[in-house]
């Protein structure tokens, strides 16, 4: 006898909508497909994705370790499969999110996953002539 076939959690056009215009307002990001999901990244590294978990879409960030230690006490957020232990975070889409809160996780992740601007080299000291 055959398993029925699971059905995966997708993200709807609007919610998709909403967190490509999030996700690719920030520099130099760009969206691929990952896992089947679309994910986000600067450079070469995912800072946000969404996609199905155990039935359920979510939304996942990284977050400095004691704010995602803080925040998985909230039942919409648990920790992200496989890489939890990293700070990352997974956050159950509903009806009524709240967009701003979203925006303030993405962008808390973002700046831990872009990589820092290099500082320039220091200029070698002239000397004047004596």
């Known amino acids: 006898m055959r398993k029925p076939a699971v059905k995966k959690a997708v993200p709807s056009d609007d919610v998709l909508r909403r967190l490509r215009a999030i996700c690719l307002s920030l520099p130099n990001t760009r ?14 590294k995912i800072f946000c994705g969404i996609g199905d978990e155990k039935g359920r ?18 039942p919409r957020f648990w920790r992200a499969p496989f890489v ?3 700070g990352w975070v997974s956050m ?5 999110m709240n967009w ?7 962008e808390e992740s973002y ?4 990589p820092r ?6 200029k070698p000291a002239r000397r004047s002539p004596a």
């Open 31 to 44: 969206e691929t497909l990952s896992w089947g999901s679309p994910h986000f990244r600067v450079g070469d």
């Open 57 to 74: 879409l979510a939304i996942g960030f990284k977050l400095e370790m004691d704010h995602a230690d803080a925040i998985i006490q909230d």
């Open 92 to 96: 159950g889409v509903t009806p009524r």
């Open 117 to 122: 601007p290099k500082a320039p080299k220091p």
């Open 111 to 114: 700046r831990l996953i872009a």
């Open 84 to 86: 939890g232990r990293y």
């Open 100 to 106: 701003r809160q979203v925006k303030a996780f993405v």
